[in-house]
């Protein structure tokens, strides 16, 4: 994926959420009286300026698209005419002033009930939690999950797709009870129990490390090891690789799936492998030695070469989640207080140190993310900004000074002591909000640069 691509999609996504989250607070301030004298999306210096209205607010765009802000008049901050006092925002009451601190989260929140009505208005597509393999001496094993099973429910909740199935299982861990799975299995729905040890919560929490801890393998990582097609240029087509041939072993180690030929070449690249195949049934040896590609996950080989896929099998493992406007908008708030429940429980969870820290992603992880979207289509992007708009409504409510729910708290404390909070105290919470924000921001840089370097 190109680097400028990532930088984009970030650009894009900080963009669209930050202005969400300051129309929030814009708004609500209009709406309470308070003059709105800039509305500023990034920082720096304005590369676009422009005054409007009665009150000549002063709309911006900041050289460094990185945040942004709303300025109200406030006689803390400036001198206000006699005129204008009453339309200051510390003269207004405490239920007022709160709502226009709770209008920029709450923004989030309902950008995030859009994104999900409109994705599930155009369907989302999918696969059929459909499992290819189960592990030996797993969770899924002693639950007596087969392969071919599919998961169609997850303690009561559909799951059409494998994008559901996860996140049902995802907060399934969280809870302190067993999981309750119905799978259909020959035409029969059988209901099974998947137990997980607490202890092993934390390691099943580490990203992309759910599914196979599990001991779940979904069904097109279990395709037979045939070659379906072939790169002219590629590594596969020039040791003599045919469509048809089946893949026995590399180097002597059977391998009885695709998934595990795959992994076998990635692991290898610019490696000489002795590969035994079976074609038209006669058994043969070639050599094969995978191009070396740099990828986000570092070195990897390549042959140019795709598995046999059955011509009917996409079409009965495809699925979609698609919704008339009206169901789809109650599916939009539906998902949205999901996702919201469980990213408190994860952030919950982190704290007591029982799901990994690993979870918390940094500036290089997002736009990462934002390029994939971005590449992969509408519907893919929506969803992205759909699950980092709840993130920046959740994280906007923690009690840190100088974020929202720090200023609801010296809210708190102003309506219960009937005076304002002292000038030195709210200096003083600022610097220790800022030291908190920065720690937070240098320790997801820190995961992001693990996953880059290390992983």
């Not at 595990?260 to 006669?282: I, K, Q, Y």
């Not at 979870?359 to 290089?364: D, E, W």
């Not at 993130?391 to 929202?404: M, Q, R, T």
């Not at 005076?419 to 840089?445: D, K, T, W, Y």
Request: hydrophobic content about 45%.
């Amino acid at each position: 994926m190109s680097i400028l691509i990532a930088i984009a999609g970030f650009v894009l996504a900080v963009g669209i959420l930050v202005t969400v989250h300051e129309f929030g607070h814009y708004l609500a301030a209009r709406l309470c009286g308070v003059k709105v004298l800039r509305f500023s999306v990034g920082f720096g210096r304005p590369i676009f300026q422009r005054r409007l209205g009665a009150d000549q607010t002063e709309y911006q765009l900041g050289a460094l698209p990185l945040g942004g802000y709303v300025k109200m008049l406030d006689e803390r901050e400036d001198e206000v005419s006699e005129a204008d006092r009453a339309r200051s925002f510390n003269r207004q009451s405490v239920s007022r002033r709160a709502v226009i601190v709770l209008a920029g989260p709450a923004f989030n929140f309902l950008f995030a009930i859009l994104a999900y009505w409109a994705i599930f208005v155009a369907g989302i597509p999918g696969l059929k939690p459909v499992i290819g393999q189960v592990a030996d001496d797993t969770p899924a094993a002693e639950a007596g999950i087969h392969g071919d099973d599919e998961i169609v429910a997850v303690n009561g909740r559909r799951t059409p797709t494998w994008r559901t199935a996860s996140i049902e299982l995802l907060d399934g861990i969280l809870d302190d009870r067993p999981i309750e799975l119905t799978v259909l299995r020959g035409g029969s729905e059988y209901d099974l129990t998947l137990s997980v040890d607490p202890e092993r919560r934390r390691a099943l929490t580490e990203p992309g490390a759910l599914l196979d801890g599990l001991g779940l393998r979904p069904w097109f990582e279990a395709l037979p090891p045939v070659i379906g097609e072939l790169a002219d240029d590629g590594a596969a087509a020039g040791s003599g690789l045919q469509r048809g041939d089946r893949i026995l072993t590399v180097d002597g180690e059977r391998l009885e799936t695709w998934q595990l030929f795959r992994e076998a070449v990635t692991a290898r690249p610019e490696e000489r492998l002795a590969v035994e195949l079976e074609r038209d049934g006669r058994r043969m040896t070639i050599e094969l030695v995978p191009a070396e590609v740099e990828t986000d996950d570092g070195r990897e080989g390549r042959i140019g070469a795709a598995p046999h896929v059955p011509e009917d099998l996409i079409d009965r493992m495809r699925s979609e989640e698609r919704y008339g406007p009206v169901t789809a908008l109650g599916m939009g708030v539906v998902n949205t207080g999901e996702m919201t429940r469980l990213t408190l429980r994860m952030l919950t969870r982190m704290i007591t140190g029982e799901v990994s820290v690993r979870n918390l992603s940094g500036p290089i992880n997002i736009a990462h993310y934002a390029g994939v979207t971005v590449s992969s289509g509408l519907v893919s992007f929506l969803g992205f900004l759909a699950i980092v708009s709840i993130s920046l409504g959740i994280v906007n409510l923690l009690p840190i000074p100088v974020l929202d729910g720090g200023h609801l708290v010296y809210l708190g404390i102003e309506a219960t002591t009937r005076r304002p909070v002292p000038e030195s105290m709210l200096a003083a919470g600022q610097m220790i909000g800022l030291a908190m924000i920065a720690a937070l921001i240098a320790f997801a840089l820190y995961n992001d640069l693990m996953r880059l370097f290390v992983d």
